[in-house]
């Protein structure tokens, strides 16, 4: 073998050795959806488990839930969507994950609209507080618990 030859086979052998790591690696990137996949799972149980339980969330933390499982579903749909060829992720759970990430954002939406206009709500109640009550300031807009109640003047 001449010196040519020797240099074209070596390089072919950095090739396919370069190949080959880039494989390998790339295949162990097929396990890396599971850690999307255990967050999601555990996002799922802890709304689950407060929906079941006595004390319910409040809309502001079933926001910030849902925006997290909204966060990790635009996360595992952008790393199926890389990988599903390389990786032989059926159709069928790309589009079953699909479909689950439009309806969290769908849900996403909604809680978060009710825990805004709680916090809205909330921040009059505690303006109208700090003003006396709002309006008249007692019951049914009368002069609230002092004692004394003006009678309106004119024809009776």
Known sequence: MNKRAVAVLA???VGA???GGAARAQSTDCTAIQKTLT??????????SASKSKNKLTPAQA???FTRLQ??????????SANKDWCSIPD???????????KVIGLRGKICHA????????????????????????????????GSYKLPQGAL
């Open 17 to 19: 050795v370069s190949i």
């Open 92 to 102: 069928s759970f790309a589009e079953g994950f699909k479909a689950d990430h439009t």
């Open 63 to 65: 926001c910030s839930l």
């Open 11 to 13: 390089a072919g052998l």
């Open 39 to 48: 967050e999601r799972k555990d996002i799922v149980a802890k709304v689950n």
């Open 115 to 146: 825990a805004q206009q709680q916090a809205v709500l909330e921040k009059r109640a505690r303006a109208q507080a700090q003003n006396g009550g709002g309006g008249g300031g007692g019951l049914l807009g009368g002069p609230g618990l002092s």
């Open 71 to 80: 966060a990790n579903g635009a996360e595992g749909l952008k790393w199926i």
